[in-house]
């Protein structure tokens, strides 16, 4: 998997994509979250995945389990999402398959 860096919509750092469905996410966040408030998330992407520089997601976090001595991992459920934010997560969830082949990770 590629690093693509996960914030709130407000531009703070909330960690990095571990793993990503068009269901929801893992990701690895810098300091502890809240179960389950409803929140906007954005999905930073690189220039190489030529899609734009973000997606901007609702949802919940629907578990979490520390990860080393200050961070979090955690599975943020999406809810609700756009027809376009569903378009984007799936060309993102492709171009990542195909970088990964290319690459021999998978």
């Known amino acids: 998997m590629y690093r693509l860096d996960v914030s709130e919509t407000s531009g703070r750092d909330v960690g990095f994509l571990l793993d990503i469905s068009t269901g929801g996410m893992k990701i690895r966040c810098y300091a502890d979250v809240d179960v389950p408030a409803l929140q906007k998330l954005r999905l930073i992407f690189p220039k190489w995945l030529g899609l734009g520089t973000h997606v901007d997601v609702v949802g919940r976090i629907a578990w979490r389990k520390p990860y ?7 599975g943020f459920a999406f809810d609700g999402l756009s027809a376009d934010a569903v378009a984007k997560l799936e060309e993102l969830i492709m171009r990542l398959s195909e970088a990964a082949i290319e690459d021999g990770q998978l």
Request: proline residues 0%.
């Open 68 to 74: 080393g001595d200050s961070q979090v991992e955690g």
